[in-house]
């Protein structure tokens, strides 16, 4: 393998950024550091929290919705459950809004609302792994942290033409990462080689006649640069079928069930069903006239697809199973439901 020199490598990859960096409501761009702002290491969390396994474009009316309606950690510490789950509806990962809400309340309350500044600290907050804590780190207090995304896991595969295959490769890719990451300006790097992932070095077609790394790129010498990283291969996902149930009063409220703080949707509000088996049995929530739709509700999970038959019942409007919790016609809110239950809301809606 050829030598490359980190020092330019990171000097390169500054001088593109200064130039180049991607406008976002959450970054402090170069020209505004230099000026002296400082980023928000709350609204630096925040992005990172809501960007794990989402993309850019799906995160940015979320985020400017959450600081909005939650300006700083301690407001958002001090925000009902039900109101910050609802405003996480869509984005998925529902697990992270559970940890979002658990950590800015450790924040607010032993750390005086300040976020530790080094990536150790932030490691031992609720929900926040390796990634997030350099993250923050780097870009929040300009440590010299790694930052190691998918982005940048392909940056440093194509750099080096590393062909061993992800995630196996991912020590080798970070001891690399770590020896280009420079002591002056950190957070800038971060977001400068995560940039370059994004916008250049990308997935298909990489744009390597523009990248300020082609010429060390030992991918782009090889013409390697298409088939890295290399990856093993993913197994297929299983399908699971269920059942859920939606009930509707004569005064319009609507019959839906809290899920347990613990596993796939944890803490949100959805119709009640069964349980997401290989072949469930029905497992209406309480006697009524069901029927069944026509069709079924399709959805993808990141390790299992989905497929639900949707039940619907007209009730009596003294109607008060217990254990479910009854919304009244105005205050209810489908985009308040997971993905998967606001599914069966518009199929019912449209049949």
Same mark, same amino acid.
């Given at each position: 393998?050829?030598?490359?020199?980190?020092?330019? $490598?990171?000097?390169?990859?500054?001088?593109?950024?200064?130039?180049?960096?991607?406008?976002?409501?959450?970054? $402090?761009?170069?020209?505004?550091?230099?000026?002296?702002?400082?980023?928000?290491?709350?609204?630096?969390?925040?992005?990172?929290?809501?960007?794990?396994?989402?993309?850019?474009?799906?995160?940015?009316? *979320?985020?400017?919705?959450?600081?909005?309606?939650?300006?700083?950690?301690?407001?958002?510490?001090?925000?009902?459950?039900?109101?910050?789950?609802?405003?996480?509806?869509?984005?998925?990962?529902?697990?992270?809004?559970?940890?979002?809400?658990?950590?800015?309340?450790?924040?607010?309350?032993? *750390?005086?609302?300040?976020?530790?500044?080094?990536?150790?600290?932030?490691?031992?907050?609720?929900?926040?792994?390796? *990634?997030?804590?350099?993250?923050?780190?780097?870009?929040?207090?300009?440590?010299?942290?790694?930052?190691?995304?998918?982005?940048?896991?392909?940056?440093?595969?194509?750099?080096?033409?590393?062909?061993?295959?992800?995630?196996?490769? /991912?020590?080798?890719?970070?001891? /690399?990462?770590?020896?280009?990451?420079? &002591?002056?300006?950190?957070?800038?790097?971060?977001?400068?080689?995560?940039?370059?992932?994004?916008?250049?070095?990308?997935?298909?077609?990489?744009?390597?006649?523009?990248?300020?790394?082609?010429?060390?790129?030992?991918?782009?010498?090889?013409?390697?640069?298409?088939?890295?990283?290399?990856? &093993?291969? %993913?197994?297929? /996902?299983?399908?699971?079928?269920?059942?859920? *149930?939606?009930?509707?009063?004569?005064?319009?409220?609507?019959?839906?069930?809290?899920?347990?703080?613990?596993?796939?949707?944890?803490?949100?509000?959805?119709?009640?069903?069964?349980?997401?088996?290989?072949?469930?049995?029905?497992?209406?929530?309480?006697?009524?006239?069901?029927?069944?739709?026509?069709?079924?509700?399709?959805?993808?999970?990141?390790?299992?697809?989905?497929?639900?038959?949707?039940?619907?019942?007209?009730?009596?409007?003294? &109607?008060?199973?217990?254990?479910? &919790?009854?919304?009244?016609?105005?205050?209810? %809110?489908?985009?308040?439901?997971?993905?998967?239950?606001?599914?069966?809301?518009?199929?019912?809606?449209?049949?």
């Amino acid at each position: 393998m050829r030598d490359i020199c980190e020092f330019s $490598v990171s000097v390169a990859l500054l001088d593109w950024y200064d130039h180049n960096a991607r406008q976002m409501p959450w970054r $402090v761009g170069p020209a505004d550091r230099a000026a002296g702002v400082t980023p928000d290491p709350y609204r630096v969390w925040l992005s990172e929290v809501m960007l794990q396994q989402t993309t850019v474009a799906a995160v940015r009316d *979320y985020f400017m919705r959450f600081t909005a309606r939650w300006r700083d950690v301690a407001s958002l510490a001090a925000a009902p459950d039900d109101q910050v789950m609802g405003e996480w509806a869509g984005l998925g990962y529902y697990a992270r809004a559970r940890n979002l809400l658990k950590c800015a309340r450790v924040v607010t309350d032993e *750390y005086d609302g300040q976020f530790p500044d080094t990536g150790d600290a932030l490691l031992k907050l609720p929900g926040i792994g390796p *990634y997030t804590a350099a993250a923050v780190a780097a870009i929040a207090f300009d440590r010299p942290e790694t930052v190691l995304d998918g982005n940048v896991e392909r940056v440093i595969s194509r750099l080096y033409e590393i062909h061993d295959p992800l995630p196996g490769s /991912k020590p080798i890719l970070m001891e /690399k990462a770590a020896a280009l990451t420079p &002591t002056q300006r950190p957070g800038d790097y971060a977001q400068a080689v995560m940039d370059l992932g994004a916008t250049i070095c990308t997935p298909k077609s990489p744009a390597c006649g523009i990248c300020p790394l082609r010429t060390p790129c030992l991918a782009r010498i090889a013409g390697t640069q298409a088939d890295l990283p290399k990856k &093993t291969a %993913k197994k297929a /996902k299983p399908t699971r079928f269920g059942h859920v *149930y939606i009930a509707r009063r004569q005064d319009g409220a609507l019959l839906l069930e809290r899920r347990p703080d613990k596993g796939l949707l944890g803490g949100m509000l959805g119709w009640p069903g069964s349980d997401w088996s290989g072949t469930p049995s029905e497992a209406p929530p309480f006697s009524a006239d069901w029927s069944v739709l026509s069709e079924e509700v399709r959805h993808t999970f990141t390790h299992f697809h989905l497929v639900l038959r949707v039940w619907t019942a007209e009730l009596p409007a003294d &109607t008060t199973p217990d254990s479910l &919790t009854i919304l009244g016609k105005h205050e209810f %809110k489908p985009s308040d439901l997971p993905t998967v239950m606001r599914k069966a809301h518009d199929l019912w809606q449209g049949q």
